[in-house]
Protein backbone atom coordinates (compact mmCIF):
# COMPACT_ATOMS: atom_id res chain seq x y z
CA UNK A 1 0.00 0.00 0.00
CA UNK A 2 2.70 2.19 1.20
CA UNK A 3 4.64 1.79 -2.35
CA UNK A 4 1.44 1.89 -4.64
CA UNK A 5 0.76 5.32 -2.48
CA UNK A 6 4.63 6.52 -3.11
CA UNK A 7 4.14 5.70 -7.25
CA UNK A 8 1.13 7.89 -7.15
CA UNK A 9 2.18 10.52 -5.22
CA UNK A 10 5.51 10.45 -7.59
CA UNK A 11 2.90 10.81 -10.72
CA UNK A 12 1.06 13.49 -9.27
CA UNK A 13 4.10 15.53 -8.57
CA UNK A 14 5.18 14.93 -11.52
CA UNK A 15 1.60 16.46 -13.06
CA UNK A 16 1.97 19.04 -10.94
CA UNK A 17 5.22 20.46 -11.80
CA UNK A 18 4.12 20.19 -15.47
CA UNK A 19 1.33 22.20 -14.48
CA UNK A 20 3.47 24.59 -12.78
CA UNK A 21 5.66 24.83 -15.27
CA UNK A 22 3.51 25.78 -17.93
CA UNK A 23 1.96 28.31 -15.76
CA UNK A 24 4.82 30.44 -14.93
CA UNK A 25 5.74 30.05 -18.53
CA UNK A 26 2.50 31.88 -19.48
CA UNK A 27 3.24 34.58 -16.83
CA UNK A 28 6.35 35.12 -18.00
CA UNK A 29 5.10 35.24 -20.93
CA UNK A 30 7.55 32.97 -22.37
CA UNK A 31 7.59 32.04 -26.36
CA UNK A 32 8.00 28.21 -25.02
CA UNK A 33 7.13 26.60 -22.22
CA UNK A 34 10.24 24.07 -21.02
CA UNK A 35 7.86 21.50 -21.55
CA UNK A 36 8.05 22.47 -25.45
CA UNK A 37 11.58 23.01 -25.32
CA UNK A 38 12.30 19.22 -23.98
CA UNK A 39 9.42 18.43 -26.49
CA UNK A 40 11.82 20.21 -29.54
CA UNK A 41 14.76 19.04 -28.35
CA UNK A 42 13.32 15.31 -28.52
CA UNK A 43 12.56 15.61 -32.33
CA UNK A 44 15.92 17.28 -32.92
CA UNK A 45 17.73 14.54 -31.31
CA UNK A 46 15.82 11.67 -33.35
CA UNK A 47 17.60 9.94 -35.64
CA UNK A 48 16.61 10.34 -39.44
CA UNK A 49 15.01 6.56 -39.92
CA UNK A 50 13.28 6.96 -36.15
CA UNK A 51 11.34 10.10 -37.33
CA UNK A 52 10.76 9.38 -40.76
CA UNK A 53 9.68 5.82 -39.23
CA UNK A 54 6.81 7.95 -36.92
CA UNK A 55 5.78 10.24 -39.44
CA UNK A 56 5.09 7.46 -41.78
CA UNK A 57 3.21 5.80 -39.12
CA UNK A 58 1.37 8.96 -37.58
CA UNK A 59 1.62 11.58 -40.76
CA UNK A 60 0.23 14.92 -39.27
CA UNK A 61 -0.36 13.60 -35.99
CA UNK A 62 3.30 13.57 -34.94
CA UNK A 63 2.99 16.95 -32.95
CA UNK A 64 0.40 15.93 -30.51
CA UNK A 65 1.85 12.18 -30.53
CA UNK A 66 5.56 14.37 -29.85
CA UNK A 67 3.97 16.28 -26.72
CA UNK A 68 2.22 13.06 -25.33
CA UNK A 69 5.21 10.85 -25.14
CA UNK A 70 7.30 13.59 -22.97
CA UNK A 71 4.24 13.73 -20.84
CA UNK A 72 3.50 10.44 -20.59
CA UNK A 73 7.70 10.36 -19.83
CA UNK A 74 7.56 12.74 -17.55
CA UNK A 75 5.13 10.62 -15.09
CA UNK A 76 6.55 7.71 -15.30
CA UNK A 77 9.80 9.23 -14.30
CA UNK A 78 7.78 10.62 -11.46
CA UNK A 79 6.42 7.32 -10.44
CA UNK A 80 10.01 6.24 -9.96
CA UNK A 81 11.18 9.55 -8.08
CA UNK A 82 8.15 8.49 -6.10
CA UNK A 83 9.26 5.08 -5.09
CA UNK A 84 12.31 6.10 -4.41
CA UNK A 85 11.55 9.04 -2.16
CA UNK A 86 11.33 6.96 1.52
CA UNK A 87 13.70 4.73 1.08
CA UNK A 88 16.67 6.26 -1.32
CA UNK A 89 15.87 10.24 -0.59
CA UNK A 90 19.30 11.32 -2.20
CA UNK A 91 18.66 8.91 -4.79
CA UNK A 92 15.30 10.84 -6.17
CA UNK A 93 16.83 13.84 -5.13
CA UNK A 94 19.28 13.14 -7.53
CA UNK A 95 17.61 11.94 -10.67
CA UNK A 96 15.04 15.52 -9.97
CA UNK A 97 18.17 17.76 -10.23
CA UNK A 98 19.29 15.67 -13.06
CA UNK A 99 16.02 15.79 -15.15
CA UNK A 100 16.04 19.78 -14.43
CA UNK A 101 19.78 19.88 -15.54
CA UNK A 102 18.42 18.41 -18.37
CA UNK A 103 15.14 20.40 -19.07
CA UNK A 104 17.26 23.48 -18.32
CA UNK A 105 20.18 22.73 -21.18
CA UNK A 106 16.77 21.85 -23.48
CA UNK A 107 15.56 25.45 -22.68
CA UNK A 108 18.91 27.07 -23.50
CA UNK A 109 19.54 25.40 -26.79
CA UNK A 110 16.22 26.65 -28.20
CA UNK A 111 16.35 29.83 -30.15
CA UNK A 112 13.31 31.52 -27.42
CA UNK A 113 15.30 30.48 -24.34
CA UNK A 114 16.49 32.29 -21.55
CA UNK A 115 17.27 33.07 -18.13
CA UNK A 116 13.39 32.90 -17.56
CA UNK A 117 12.80 29.18 -19.01
CA UNK A 118 15.69 28.12 -16.60
CA UNK A 119 13.97 29.33 -13.62
CA UNK A 120 10.64 28.02 -14.96
CA UNK A 121 12.67 24.73 -15.02
CA UNK A 122 14.06 25.11 -11.68
CA UNK A 123 10.78 26.00 -10.12
CA UNK A 124 9.23 22.64 -11.66
CA UNK A 125 11.85 20.95 -10.01
CA UNK A 126 11.05 22.38 -6.31
CA UNK A 127 6.88 21.62 -7.09
CA UNK A 128 8.08 17.77 -7.37
CA UNK A 129 10.10 17.59 -4.31
CA UNK A 130 7.77 19.91 -2.50
CA UNK A 131 4.62 17.90 -3.39
CA UNK A 132 6.45 14.55 -2.43
CA UNK A 133 7.06 16.21 0.74
CA UNK A 134 3.93 17.17 1.63
CA UNK A 135 2.42 13.80 0.60
CA UNK A 136 4.96 11.29 2.13
CA UNK A 137 6.55 13.21 5.36
CA UNK A 138 4.34 10.82 7.74
CA UNK A 139 6.34 7.76 7.45
CA UNK A 140 5.14 5.70 9.97
CA UNK A 141 2.25 5.02 10.66
CA UNK A 142 0.28 1.78 12.40
CA UNK A 143 -1.59 -0.24 9.76
CA UNK A 144 -5.28 1.11 10.73
CA UNK A 145 -4.23 4.80 9.75
CA UNK A 146 -3.17 3.81 6.56
CA UNK A 147 -6.49 3.80 4.88
CA UNK A 148 -7.60 7.30 6.49
CA UNK A 149 -3.98 8.90 5.76
CA UNK A 150 -4.14 7.61 2.28
CA UNK A 151 -7.60 9.16 2.11
CA UNK A 152 -6.77 12.63 3.18
CA UNK A 153 -3.55 12.53 0.89
CA UNK A 154 -5.54 11.71 -2.22
CA UNK A 155 -7.84 14.77 -1.08
CA UNK A 156 -4.76 16.82 -0.72
CA UNK A 157 -3.47 16.10 -4.24
CA UNK A 158 -6.23 16.68 -5.97
CA UNK A 159 -6.84 19.92 -4.45
CA UNK A 160 -3.58 20.41 -5.06
CA UNK A 161 -3.59 19.37 -9.08
CA UNK A 162 -6.70 21.42 -9.45
CA UNK A 163 -4.87 24.77 -8.59
CA UNK A 164 -2.33 24.05 -11.16
CA UNK A 165 -5.21 22.47 -13.66
CA UNK A 166 -6.14 26.14 -13.43
CA UNK A 167 -2.65 27.38 -13.84
CA UNK A 168 -2.29 25.04 -16.94
CA UNK A 169 -5.43 26.54 -18.28
CA UNK A 170 -4.36 29.98 -18.36
CA UNK A 171 -0.74 29.10 -19.83
CA UNK A 172 -3.25 27.97 -22.78
CA UNK A 173 -5.05 30.84 -22.68
CA UNK A 174 -2.57 33.03 -22.55
CA UNK A 175 -0.98 31.19 -26.17
CA UNK A 176 -4.63 31.66 -27.53
CA UNK A 177 -4.30 35.56 -26.91
CA UNK A 178 -1.44 35.86 -28.61
CA UNK A 179 -2.88 33.65 -31.36
CA UNK A 180 -5.82 35.74 -31.15
CA UNK A 181 -3.53 38.94 -32.08
CA UNK A 182 -1.92 37.24 -34.58
CA UNK A 183 -5.03 36.24 -36.59
CA UNK A 184 -6.86 39.68 -35.92
CA UNK A 185 -3.39 41.22 -37.75
CA UNK A 186 -3.72 38.87 -40.53
CA UNK A 187 -7.52 38.80 -41.12
CA UNK A 188 -6.83 42.61 -40.98
CA UNK A 189 -4.04 42.26 -43.99
CA UNK A 190 -5.45 43.91 -47.09
CA UNK A 191 -2.93 42.31 -49.60
CA UNK A 192 -2.94 42.91 -53.54
CA UNK A 193 -4.34 39.49 -54.10
CA UNK A 194 -7.27 37.04 -54.38
CA UNK A 195 -8.60 33.71 -54.99
CA UNK A 196 -7.63 32.12 -58.52
CA UNK A 197 -9.81 30.66 -60.02
CA UNK A 198 -9.42 26.77 -60.82
CA UNK A 199 -8.55 27.05 -64.73
CA UNK A 200 -10.96 25.17 -66.92
CA UNK A 201 -10.05 21.56 -67.85
CA UNK A 202 -7.93 21.01 -64.99
CA UNK A 203 -10.24 19.29 -62.80
CA UNK A 204 -12.28 16.36 -64.14
CA UNK A 205 -14.67 16.16 -61.56
CA UNK A 206 -14.60 12.47 -60.62
CA UNK A 207 -16.44 11.76 -57.62
CA UNK A 208 -13.38 10.43 -54.83
CA UNK A 209 -10.73 12.25 -57.17
CA UNK A 210 -8.44 14.41 -55.14
CA UNK A 211 -9.75 18.19 -55.94
CA UNK A 212 -7.03 19.74 -58.35
CA UNK A 213 -7.48 22.56 -55.98
CA UNK A 214 -6.17 22.23 -52.47
CA UNK A 215 -7.57 24.20 -50.14
CA UNK A 216 -5.89 25.97 -46.98
CA UNK A 217 -7.70 24.00 -44.46
CA UNK A 218 -6.91 20.44 -46.28
CA UNK A 219 -3.69 21.33 -47.14
CA UNK A 220 -0.79 19.01 -45.48
CA UNK A 221 1.39 19.95 -43.11
CA UNK A 222 4.78 18.75 -42.07
CA UNK A 223 6.82 20.37 -39.84
CA UNK A 224 9.39 20.54 -37.02
CA UNK A 225 7.40 22.72 -34.89
CA UNK A 226 5.12 21.71 -31.79
CA UNK A 227 3.47 25.16 -31.66
CA UNK A 228 3.98 27.44 -34.74
CA UNK A 229 5.64 30.46 -34.24
CA UNK A 230 3.52 33.82 -34.19
CA UNK A 231 4.92 36.55 -35.37
CA UNK A 232 3.13 40.39 -36.40
CA UNK A 233 4.72 41.50 -39.68
CA UNK A 234 4.82 44.98 -38.76
CA UNK A 235 8.05 43.03 -36.58
CA UNK A 236 9.22 40.74 -39.49
CA UNK A 237 12.34 40.69 -41.06
CA UNK A 238 14.56 38.59 -43.34
CA UNK A 239 18.26 39.51 -43.16
CA UNK A 240 19.96 38.38 -46.05
CA UNK A 241 23.83 37.84 -45.89
CA UNK A 242 27.30 35.74 -46.50
CA UNK A 243 28.47 35.16 -50.13
CA UNK A 244 26.74 38.83 -50.97
CA UNK A 245 27.98 42.08 -52.83
CA UNK A 246 25.61 43.87 -50.59
CA UNK A 247 23.40 42.95 -47.33
CA UNK A 248 19.98 43.38 -47.04
CA UNK A 249 17.21 43.50 -44.83
CA UNK A 250 13.57 42.79 -45.79
CA UNK A 251 10.89 44.01 -44.09
CA UNK A 252 7.27 43.09 -44.61
CA UNK A 253 6.33 46.38 -46.29
CA UNK A 254 9.29 46.46 -48.76
CA UNK A 255 7.96 42.64 -49.75
CA UNK A 256 4.34 44.31 -50.62
CA UNK A 257 6.08 47.41 -52.21
CA UNK A 258 8.08 45.18 -54.77
CA UNK A 259 4.76 43.97 -55.92
CA UNK A 260 3.21 40.02 -55.46
CA UNK A 261 3.23 37.53 -58.68
CA UNK A 262 0.79 34.95 -58.07
CA UNK A 263 1.61 31.18 -59.27
CA UNK A 264 -0.08 27.54 -59.35
CA UNK A 265 2.70 25.55 -57.45
CA UNK A 266 2.23 21.96 -56.04
CA UNK A 267 4.75 21.48 -53.29
CA UNK A 268 5.42 17.75 -51.68
CA UNK A 269 7.23 16.67 -48.87
CA UNK A 270 9.80 14.34 -49.21
CA UNK A 271 8.29 11.63 -46.29
CA UNK A 272 5.44 10.85 -48.97
CA UNK A 273 5.14 7.65 -49.45
CA UNK A 274 4.50 6.44 -52.98
CA UNK A 275 0.57 6.99 -53.52
CA UNK A 276 0.83 9.02 -50.19
CA UNK A 277 -1.33 12.00 -49.45
CA UNK A 278 1.12 14.45 -47.97
CA UNK A 279 1.05 16.55 -51.05
CA UNK A 280 -1.39 19.81 -52.03
CA UNK A 281 -1.44 22.16 -55.05
CA UNK A 282 -2.71 25.92 -54.81
CA UNK A 283 -1.85 29.33 -55.80
CA UNK A 284 0.67 31.01 -53.84
CA UNK A 285 1.53 34.72 -54.14
CA UNK A 286 5.03 36.35 -53.20
CA UNK A 287 7.70 37.65 -54.73
CA UNK A 288 10.13 36.01 -57.28
CA UNK A 289 13.48 34.97 -55.17
CA UNK A 290 15.48 35.31 -58.78
CA UNK A 291 15.01 39.08 -58.34
CA UNK A 292 16.07 39.52 -54.37
CA UNK A 293 19.68 37.23 -55.17
CA UNK A 294 20.09 39.92 -58.09
CA UNK A 295 19.92 42.40 -56.23
CA UNK A 296 22.08 41.34 -53.21
CA UNK A 297 24.81 39.85 -56.24
CA UNK A 298 25.80 36.45 -55.41
CA UNK A 299 29.76 36.11 -55.14
CA UNK A 300 31.50 33.51 -57.45
CA UNK A 301 31.76 30.05 -56.05
CA UNK A 302 28.31 30.43 -53.55
CA UNK A 303 26.06 26.94 -54.53
CA UNK A 304 23.55 27.24 -52.04
CA UNK A 305 20.64 29.42 -49.95
CA UNK A 306 20.89 28.57 -46.25
CA UNK A 307 17.26 29.75 -44.85
CA UNK A 308 16.15 29.63 -41.62
CA UNK A 309 13.10 30.00 -39.34
CA UNK A 310 12.27 32.21 -36.34
CA UNK A 311 12.30 28.67 -34.66
CA UNK A 312 15.95 27.59 -35.65
CA UNK A 313 15.16 25.00 -38.42
CA UNK A 314 16.99 25.56 -41.38
CA UNK A 315 17.58 23.88 -44.83
CA UNK A 316 20.26 24.45 -47.85
CA UNK A 317 18.76 25.29 -51.13
CA UNK A 318 20.47 25.18 -54.27
CA UNK A 319 21.15 28.40 -55.69
CA UNK A 320 20.65 27.03 -59.23
CA UNK A 321 16.80 26.62 -58.27
CA UNK A 322 16.66 29.51 -57.15
CA UNK A 323 17.71 31.72 -59.74
CA UNK A 324 17.08 29.43 -63.28
CA UNK A 325 13.50 31.35 -64.10
CA UNK A 326 11.44 29.04 -61.93
CA UNK A 327 8.23 30.74 -59.57
CA UNK A 328 10.38 30.36 -56.59
CA UNK A 329 8.88 33.06 -54.50
CA UNK A 330 9.06 34.53 -51.43
CA UNK A 331 5.04 33.54 -50.22
CA UNK A 332 3.36 36.09 -48.49
CA UNK A 333 -0.59 34.34 -49.74
CA UNK A 334 -1.60 30.90 -50.12
CA UNK A 335 -5.06 30.86 -52.11
CA UNK A 336 -5.58 34.43 -52.22
CA UNK A 337 -5.27 34.54 -48.86
CA UNK A 338 -2.46 36.16 -46.23
CA UNK A 339 -0.50 32.41 -45.04
CA UNK A 340 -1.88 30.48 -42.47
CA UNK A 341 -0.06 30.50 -39.27
CA UNK A 342 0.82 27.17 -39.70
CA UNK A 343 1.75 27.00 -43.32
CA UNK A 344 4.34 30.04 -42.41
CA UNK A 345 2.69 33.16 -41.57
CA UNK A 346 3.76 35.91 -42.34
CA UNK A 347 6.69 34.80 -44.87
CA UNK A 348 7.11 31.38 -45.97
CA UNK A 349 9.65 29.61 -49.31
CA UNK A 350 7.91 28.00 -51.95
CA UNK A 351 10.08 26.57 -54.33
CA UNK A 352 8.97 24.05 -57.08
CA UNK A 353 10.62 20.92 -58.27
CA UNK A 354 12.28 20.72 -54.90
CA UNK A 355 11.27 18.69 -51.63
CA UNK A 356 9.87 20.96 -49.16
CA UNK A 357 12.80 19.41 -46.83
CA UNK A 358 15.50 21.65 -48.78
CA UNK A 359 13.22 24.08 -49.67
CA UNK A 360 10.06 25.27 -48.24
CA UNK A 361 11.09 26.99 -45.13
CA UNK A 362 8.14 28.58 -43.31
CA UNK A 363 8.24 32.02 -40.94
CA UNK A 364 11.94 32.57 -42.72
CA UNK A 365 13.80 34.69 -41.40
CA UNK A 366 17.34 34.37 -42.17
CA UNK A 367 19.13 33.86 -45.65
CA UNK A 368 22.83 33.03 -46.43
CA UNK A 369 24.41 32.62 -49.28
CA UNK A 370 26.84 29.85 -49.07
CA UNK A 371 28.23 26.78 -50.00
CA UNK A 372 26.94 23.32 -49.63
CA UNK A 373 30.42 22.49 -48.71
CA UNK A 374 30.60 24.88 -45.26
CA UNK A 375 27.40 23.17 -43.88
CA UNK A 376 24.80 20.57 -43.01
CA UNK A 377 21.00 21.68 -42.42
CA UNK A 378 18.36 20.63 -40.07
CA UNK A 379 17.35 17.15 -42.13
CA UNK A 380 20.61 16.64 -43.98
CA UNK A 381 21.95 15.85 -41.00
CA UNK A 382 19.56 12.98 -39.86
CA UNK A 383 19.97 11.48 -43.38
CA UNK A 384 18.14 12.95 -45.73
CA UNK A 385 19.79 13.87 -49.32
CA UNK A 386 21.52 16.89 -49.99
CA UNK A 387 19.19 18.60 -53.07
CA UNK A 388 16.00 16.65 -53.16
CA UNK A 389 14.79 17.03 -56.55
CA UNK A 390 10.83 15.57 -56.81
CA UNK A 391 10.48 12.44 -59.00
CA UNK A 392 8.15 11.90 -61.16
CA UNK A 393 5.07 10.20 -59.54
CA UNK A 394 1.84 9.44 -59.90
CA UNK A 395 -1.66 7.98 -57.31
CA UNK A 396 -4.32 6.42 -57.45
CA UNK A 397 -7.11 8.25 -55.57
CA UNK A 398 -10.29 5.62 -57.28
CA UNK A 399 -11.18 3.15 -56.28
CA UNK A 400 -9.87 3.01 -52.79
CA UNK A 401 -7.42 0.25 -51.74
CA UNK A 402 -9.27 -3.11 -50.84
CA UNK A 403 -12.60 -1.06 -51.81
CA UNK A 404 -15.29 -3.68 -53.89
CA UNK A 405 -16.82 -2.20 -56.79
CA UNK A 406 -19.26 -4.03 -58.94
CA UNK A 407 -18.19 -5.39 -62.46
CA UNK A 408 -18.45 -3.48 -65.59
CA UNK A 409 -17.34 0.15 -66.74
CA UNK A 410 -15.33 1.49 -63.41
CA UNK A 411 -13.51 4.32 -63.42
CA UNK A 412 -10.10 4.47 -62.12
CA UNK A 413 -8.64 8.08 -61.45
CA UNK A 414 -5.89 9.96 -59.41
CA UNK A 415 -3.27 12.90 -60.07
CA UNK A 416 0.47 12.36 -60.98
CA UNK A 417 3.44 15.30 -61.31
CA UNK A 418 6.83 15.94 -62.75
CA UNK A 419 7.70 19.53 -61.83
CA UNK A 420 10.16 21.56 -63.74
CA UNK A 421 9.08 18.89 -66.71
CA UNK A 422 5.45 18.95 -66.88
CA UNK A 423 3.41 15.14 -67.27
CA UNK A 424 2.95 13.47 -71.04
CA UNK A 425 0.78 10.64 -69.96
CA UNK A 426 -0.76 8.25 -67.41
CA UNK A 427 -1.27 4.93 -67.85
CA UNK A 428 -2.38 1.90 -65.71
CA UNK A 429 -2.73 -1.95 -65.71
CA UNK A 430 -4.50 -4.70 -64.43
CA UNK A 431 -2.86 -7.27 -63.21
CA UNK A 432 0.33 -7.06 -65.06
CA UNK A 433 -1.31 -6.75 -68.14
CA UNK A 434 -0.89 -3.93 -70.83
CA UNK A 435 -0.57 -0.71 -69.91
CA UNK A 436 -3.45 1.54 -70.80
CA UNK A 437 -3.41 5.29 -71.19
CA UNK A 438 -5.91 7.65 -69.25
CA UNK A 439 -7.14 10.86 -70.05
CA UNK A 440 -5.15 13.94 -68.59
CA UNK A 441 -7.10 16.99 -67.10
CA UNK A 442 -5.69 20.80 -68.04
CA UNK A 443 -2.50 21.64 -66.12
CA UNK A 444 -1.60 25.89 -66.14
CA UNK A 445 2.28 25.08 -66.33
CA UNK A 446 4.73 22.44 -65.52
CA UNK A 447 4.89 23.34 -62.04
CA UNK A 448 1.35 21.83 -60.94
CA UNK A 449 -0.07 18.31 -60.73
CA UNK A 450 -2.27 16.93 -63.09
CA UNK A 451 -5.59 14.72 -62.71
CA UNK A 452 -6.05 12.06 -65.10
CA UNK A 453 -9.10 9.38 -65.59
CA UNK A 454 -9.52 6.38 -67.64
CA UNK A 455 -12.69 3.41 -67.78
CA UNK A 456 -11.78 -0.06 -67.30
CA UNK A 457 -14.20 -3.02 -67.95
CA UNK A 458 -14.06 -4.89 -64.72
CA UNK A 459 -14.47 -8.26 -64.54
CA UNK A 460 -15.34 -10.63 -60.96
CA UNK A 461 -12.80 -11.26 -59.51
CA UNK A 462 -9.80 -9.55 -57.29
CA UNK A 463 -7.08 -7.51 -59.46
CA UNK A 464 -4.44 -5.34 -59.04
CA UNK A 465 -4.01 -1.83 -60.16
CA UNK A 466 -0.56 0.18 -61.10
CA UNK A 467 -0.28 3.38 -62.79
CA UNK A 468 2.40 4.73 -64.23
CA UNK A 469 3.58 8.50 -65.17
CA UNK A 470 5.56 9.59 -68.09
CA UNK A 471 7.12 13.19 -68.10
CA UNK A 472 7.11 15.54 -71.37
CA UNK A 473 10.56 14.45 -71.96
CA UNK A 474 9.67 11.09 -72.51
CA UNK A 475 10.90 9.67 -69.54
CA UNK A 476 8.19 7.32 -67.47
CA UNK A 477 8.09 6.69 -63.58
CA UNK A 478 10.70 4.19 -62.35
CA UNK A 479 9.45 1.23 -61.30
CA UNK A 480 11.63 0.48 -58.92
CA UNK A 481 11.24 0.59 -55.12
CA UNK A 482 12.65 3.05 -53.00
CA UNK A 483 12.01 4.06 -49.04
CA UNK A 484 11.14 7.91 -48.77
CA UNK A 485 14.88 8.09 -47.37
CA UNK A 486 17.57 9.50 -48.67
CA UNK A 487 15.73 11.52 -51.16
CA UNK A 488 12.10 10.70 -51.61
CA UNK A 489 9.77 7.21 -52.50
CA UNK A 490 9.74 5.76 -55.86
CA UNK A 491 8.03 2.57 -57.69
CA UNK A 492 4.48 2.34 -58.74
CA UNK A 493 1.36 3.26 -57.07
CA UNK A 494 -1.02 -0.08 -56.71
CA UNK A 495 -3.94 -0.81 -55.30
CA UNK A 496 -6.17 -4.16 -54.79
CA UNK A 497 -9.62 -4.07 -55.31
CA UNK A 498 -12.41 -6.76 -55.35
CA UNK A 499 -15.23 -6.66 -57.95
CA UNK A 500 -18.44 -8.67 -57.76
Known sequence: ?????????????????????????????????????????????????????????????DKPLAIASVVVAILLLGSLVGRWWLPHRLRAFLLVTALVVLTSAAVLSRPYGGVAGVFVSVAAGVVVLGVLELLL???????????????????????????????????????????????????????????????????????????????????????????????????????????VDRELTLTYQDLLDRGLEDAWITIC??????????IGNTVWGGV?????????????????????????????????????????????????????????????????????????????VDWEITRFADFEA??????????????????????????TVDAGMTTVAGVAWAQQVGVEGVEIRIDGGQWQKATLGKAPNVDTW???????DAEPGEHLIEARATNADGVPQTEEVADVLPDGATGYPRIGVKVT
Open 137 to 243: RERRHVQADIARRSFIRTAAVIAVATVFVGAAGEVMASRRRRRQAVEQVRASLKLPSRSAAVPAGADLGVTGQSPWLSTNRDFYRIDTALQPPLIDPEGWTLRIHGM
Open 378 to 403: YWTQRGWGERGPIKTESRIDVPGNGE
Open 269 to 278: CVSNPVGGDL
Open 450 to 456: VQWTTQW
Open 288 to 364: PIKDILAEVGIQDGADALLSTSDDGWNCGTPLEALTDGRNALLALTMNGEPLPIPHGFPVRQVVPGLYGYVSATKWV
Open 1 to 61: MTSRASIVSGVLAAAAAIAAGEGLAALFSLRESPLLAVGQTVIELTPGPIAEGIIGVVGQA
